[in-house]
């Protein structure tokens, strides 16, 4: 069963606020109207991706019997603002703690792999999405179909950057555990990304 304390759920809100301000001031260049207008937009695609990378997280642990929590990182939190002034993000709000007398090395792999396995899946739905909407002509298929590229862009970057061998980020974990296995999830990703959700511009 999937449980949540308050402060996992303040911590996820606070995470996720930030994290998609931040988004918001890299896509609208630091402009503050643009940030008023696409911040609604970028949060679902970063809601959808933060939330549901951390509760993958969260439910991999959790199916292997262990108790998870997730917690944020104040610095990871200032460091993606900062970062997004430089037209670049770094995102490391927060982790999903495990508390457990030890996990096997394939656990660790497979729950810190489910995080950017659940970004990649929500990246080609996104992609799903927008590739049937064809020719958009009103505003409302505007909308769509900015969020449905925001969202395949972020959830692909985000597979990428937390694919990526160095710790604490999950590709180290997953790498640990099973080279091929990494090489896999990480080239599927860097793929998709440089296809279709582009850099961060």
Known sequence: MLKFTGKEIRDLIISFIVIALAFSILYSNRDFNGIL?????VAIGVGAGFIFHELGHKFAAMHYGYWAEYQLWPTGLVIALVSSFFGFIFAAPGAVVIYSQGMEKSENGL???AGPAVNIVLGL????ILNS???VTDYNGYIIALIC???TRINFFL???????????DGSKVLS???LVWIVAFAISVILLV????YLG
Do not use: H, R
């Open 149 to 151: 590229l925001l969202g």
């Open 159 to 169: 597979a990428t950057f937390n694919l990526l061998p160095i710790p604490p980020l």
């Open 177 to 179: 555990w099973n080279a």
């Open 37 to 41: 207008f696409i911040f609604p937009i």
């Open 125 to 128: 739905i996104f992609l799903g």
């Open 133 to 135: 909407l064809g020719q």
């Open 111 to 113: 729950v810190s792999l």
């Open 195 to 198: 296809v279709y959700g582009g």
